[in-house]
């Protein structure tokens, strides 16, 4: 079989289409390599919200230019928002590119890597889906691999939100849900395979079944479906927004035995009028009477958000509203950034205030304090026991295996007699902690 090398920049909606390249390129006589130089097609899916990423990308691609020298039948693709943002300017930049496809071009990879092998022309494809409905066709045959103990499964693609400092809808046009039989399907099947949990994808999970469906449902009630599929473990989902996540959802996390006891729900800024500048439609208020009740009725539940710091026109005083959110919050951990312009929002038309060093003191600040919080967090696990789906073997000395636990902490455990493989759940004593690490004896 001829290999192909691929590489993954950006969230975990771009991991989930690299995965669905992968199983079609495998059906077209492609096997995975993880070796650049031993590859007949390379494959960069790329992510276009960060400034950093980007200049990843470009890294990437400047060490893989000279394997095309040496190597003129090496096909170079580029995958992924960056294409669907800027595809020709990506071909001017890179001429020794082959194609470029946008996020909704994922399913012709096949037919892109054919025209690459047969036209000198390099080209690009990064028209949006235009139907109404979300589908991802199966593919007779057996998966490539075995599912991991953690699959992803995607139920809705693009959004409809328009925050002032995000790319997404531009690059993956708007809202589609996928019909809730094909989902179904989809779960049973990887079950089958080995999968111990699902982890449910979107840029606004919340928003299921707005648009796109023949028999509309609420993301809530997908959850209680997806609850009585046979062999699931655990549940999850990711990422949602404070304006759809409702009250019934919620109560799902109280009724729902599978569905894990974590959220991701960014904020992105602890100062109403920072927010309306972003266009987030949501207030402080709103956002801390959702995380109260969900906290009175799931005790317990770790919560992760994201945070811009230095967003245009951010004062020290607001910046401290975030600073004191943060801490009112209590995350266990973040993604935080400072704010970086991104051609094409509205917000790179606002004037960028906010000096590059305030920036990166900003940045620091807000770091600290979440490492600070993390650190107190994980001294509450010390020396109690806690569940752990294993994912692999762990790099940490000492530690066989690694997985995580319900609150989405990363866990390495040691496995002395070597009982336990990846899919198993363990109950792992803790004996250390370790920024958002935990560490501990199988019990």
Not at 209 to 219: A, E, M
Request: overall charge neutral; charged content about 25%.
């Amino acid at each position: 079989m001829k290999q192909v090398f691929l590489e993954t920049f950006g969230c975990q909606m771009n991991v989930a289409d690299t995965d669905r390249m992968e199983f079609i390129l495998f059906h077209s006589g492609y096997r995975r390599t993880w070796e650049k130089e031993d590859a007949d097609l390379i494959l960069v899916n790329t992510c276009s919200i960060r400034e950093k990423a980007e200049q990843k990308t470009f890294s990437l691609f400047g060490g893989l230019k000279p394997l095309k020298a040496i190597n003129p039948n090496l096909i170079l693709g580029l995958t992924g928002c960056m294409g669907q943002q800027d595809g020709e300017k990506m071909l001017k930049r890179m001429p020794f590119l082959d194609f470029v496809l946008g996020p909704d071009q994922v399913e012709g990879i096949g037919k892109a890597v054919n025209r690459a092998r047969e036209s000198e022309k390099s080209f690009v494809w990064t028209g949006f889906d235009s139907k109404k409905i979300y589908s991802i066709p199966e593919i007779p045959g057996d998966l490539p691999q075995k599912p991991g103990p953690s699959a992803f499964v995607n139920i809705i693609k693009g959004c409809d939100k328009f925050c002032t400092f995000c790319i997404v809808p531009f690059t993956r046009g708007r809202e589609k849900s996928r019909e809730p039989d094909e989902l179904y399907q989809e779960i049973r099947h990887l079950i089958k395979h080995g999968a111990k949990e699902i982890i449910l994808l979107g840029q606004n999970v919340n928003s299921y079944g707005k648009r796109g469906l023949t028999n509309p449902i609420p993301f809530h009630e997908l959850l209680y479906k997806i609850e009585e599929i046979p062999g699931l473990q655990r549940l999850r989902f990711t990422t949602s927004h404070p304006n759809d996540f409702t009250r019934e959802t919620i109560r799902a996390y109280r009724d729902i035995d599978v569905l894990v006891n974590h959220l991701h729900l960014p904020i992105q800024s602890g100062n109403n009028e920072v927010l309306k500048s972003m266009r987030r439609d949501h207030t402080v208020e709103e956002y801390l009477e959702l995380i109260d009740e969900l906290k009175s009725e799931v005790p317990g539940v770790s919560l992760t958000t994201d945070i811009i710091v230095g967003f245009p026109g951010e004062t020290d005083a607001q910046f401290q509203d975030t600073m004191k959110i943060m801490e009112r919050i209590g995350c266990s951990s973040s993604f935080m950034f400072s704010y970086s312009p991104r051609p094409g929002t509205p917000a790179n038309e606002f004037k960028d205030s906010v000096p590059e060093e305030t920036k990166r003191q900003r940045l620091q600040e807000i770091i600290q304090l979440q490492n600070r919080m993390t650190e107190e967090q994980g001294k509450t696990y010390q020396g109690k026991t806690v569940e752990v789906l294993i994912e692999g073997k762990s790099a940490r000395p000492g530690y066989s295996l690694k997985g995580r636990n319900p609150q989405y902490w990363r866990v390495n455990a040691k496995d002395s007699e070597g009982r336990y493989q990846p899919g198993d759940m363990v109950q792992v004593r803790i004996e250390q902690t370790s920024g958002h690490g935990l560490s501990g004896i199988i019990q």
